[in-house]
C-alpha cells in the first residue's frame, strides 16, 4: 500500500502494475512508472496473454471549469487469449485489492488496447 500512496498523495509516480504471484495466491506490485511516464508507456506493460491490476494518475482537462486535473484510475486487464482460471482467479480477488486502494475514482476493465484507449478513459472520468 505504501507505493500506492506515493501515487496517490505524493504524485510521484505514475503508474502502478500489479501481478498475482505465481501459485495465485498473493497480489503483488510488477512495475512502478515514473511520474509523467507516457500513458502508451503503460499500455506497453499490459500483456496480451496474462492479466494484470493497474492504477494510473490520469491528468486531464475539467471540460466544465478547464482546469487540470487528476484522478486515479484502477484497471482490470484480462486479455481474451489469457487463461480461463487465471481470469476467474483475478476477476474474483478484484473487489479485495480495490477495497485497499481508497481513492481510485473509478475502473476500466479491458481485454484489448481499445478498451482503455486514453480519451475513453478520460471521458469515463469525466463522468464521475
Not at 32 to 46: D, I, Q, R
Request: aromatic fraction near 10%; charged fraction near 30%.
Amino acid at each position: 500500500m505504501t507505493v500506492f500512496n506515493n501515487l496517490k498523495l505524493k504524485h510521484n509516480i505514475q503508474y502502478i502494475i500489479y501481478k498475482m504471484n505465481d501459485k495465485m495466491t498473493e497480489i503483488n506490485v510488477l512495475e512502478e512508472g515514473a511520474k509523467n511516464a507516457p500513458y502508451e508507456e503503460f499500455l506497453t506493460k499490459l500483456p496480451e496473454d496474462s492479466c494484470r491490476y493497474a492504477v494510473y494518475d490520469v491528468e486531464f482537462t475539467d471540460p466544465k471549469t478547464g482546469g487540470q486535473r487528476n484522478k486515479i484510475v484502477f484497471y482490470h486487464w484480462a486479455p481474451d487469449s489469457c487463461k480461463v482460471r487465471e481470469k476467474m482467479i483475478y476477476a474474483s480477488s478484484k473487489d479485495e485489492l480495490k477495497k485497499r486502494l481508497v481513492g481510485v475514482a473509478t475502473e476500466v476493465q479491458g481485454s484489448d488496447q481499445g478498451d482503455v484507449e486514453l480519451n475513453a478513459v478520460i471521458e469515463r472520468v469525466n463522468r464521475v
